[in-house]
């Protein structure tokens, strides 16, 4: 079963309020779809470009569509880190390039923490303050620097969306005890994601989501394609509906790539994670795991009359009398899934 992540009540709320001074309701899905429109075209001709807060349209456009895309998005990243008890005794989160906050909305919603957000533009700050009451952060800045990691053990440093903007992480980031990152799951951010994971091995840190071992990633040093991103399921309210049907992008699946690392080392997990889609094949389906270095595929043998289709992003228990042909595991009764 697809994990099913929606908008949150509140924020919701936030939204329809936001909108009503624009002159504008959750219902004008037309007129809303035009400002998605507009600023989608502007993410695809200005890639590098910061996005237009100043703009009307685009903030229409942020707060309507990618806002909440972005929080179920996140909302599926932080529930994998609380099942896996990654944000104990951390007391303080550094949004960089936090942008509408969107990382931290989120993340307050079950994480009592102090949030400093760090942005260069205005704009957002003034809609978060004057939208969002709910939300409280501990302050607004434009930069910051190592001198300014006063407490590192208890701080999560959080990159939502901004990473791609960068050649790699900033110096201050390397001193905190916790890193959440979260980008877009496209070919070129997911692997570059896969090389920082590397990176941040070598530095001490340790994996504690997605994956469940800290050895070679697969996906990265036996493929030149393959790219590690989780699926989960987008259950949009009516109003959103109405607004896509305008749209040329439809939703109703959401993709997200993202590591959560510490320099604490977690419990281990024993456990395989499914980082593939199913594959329909002449005599069988397959879907690509992740338990180590080796890269490895489950294969359900259509002789056998076992149908299964596990999510991808999705812990399983691999038995260990599965017969093994070349990377192939061939299962002939259904997985345990977490």
Request: hydrophobic residues 40%.
């Amino acid at each position: 079963m697809q994990r099913q992540f929606t908008i949150p009540e509140n924020i919701e709320t936030a939204i329809a309020n936001a909108l009503a001074d624009y002159k504008l309701t959750l219902n004008d899905s037309k007129e809303l779809s035009k400002r998605v429109l507009a600023l989608s075209d502007f993410f695809i001709n200005e890639p590098d470009g910061q996005t237009p807060w100043h703009e009307s349209w685009a903030q229409i456009a942020y707060l309507c569509y990618y806002l909440p895309l972005n929080a179920a998005r996140l909302r599926a990243v932080i529930l994998e880190g609380e099942k896996r008890g990654f944000f104990a005794d951390l007391e303080e989160v550094l949004d960089f390039g936090a942008g509408l906050a969107t990382a931290s909305l989120s993340l307050s919603e079950t994480q009592n923490l102090k949030y400093t957000l760090i942005e260069r533009a205005t704009e957002p700050q003034r809609l978060i303050e004057k939208y969002f009451p709910f939300f409280k952060s501990e302050e607004w800045i434009r930069t910051i620097n190592a001198s300014k990691i006063k407490n590192p053990k208890k701080i999560l440093a959080l990159f939502s969306y901004s990473l791609t903007e960068l050649a790699e992480l900033p110096d201050w980031a390397y001193q905190c005890e916790a890193l959440m990152i979260a980008e877009p799951s496209t070919q070129q951010d997911g692997r570059k994601l896969m090389q920082l994971r590397a990176k941040l091995l070598e530095k001490g840190f340790h994996v504690w989501a997605p994956c469940t071992h800290e050895g070679l990633c697969p996906q990265l040093t036996q493929s030149k394609t393959d790219w590690c991103h989780d699926r989960i399921h987008f259950a949009a309210p009516k109003w959103f509906l109405s607004m896509e049907e305008q749209l040329p992008m439809k939703n109703r699946t959401l993709t997200t790539s993202y590591l959560l690392m510490r320099k604490t080392k977690p419990s281990p997990i024993h456990a395989a994670r499914v980082v593939g889609d199913t594959l329909k094949e002449k005599g069988k389906d397959r879907q690509m795991i992740c338990r180590g270095p080796d890269r490895e595929f489950l294969a359900w043998m259509h002789k056998f009359k076992i149908q299964q289709e596990i999510p991808r992003g999705a812990l399983i228990t691999v038995p260990e009398d599965l017969q093994k042909v070349s990377n192939e595991l061939r299962v002939q009764k259904e997985l345990s899934v977490f």
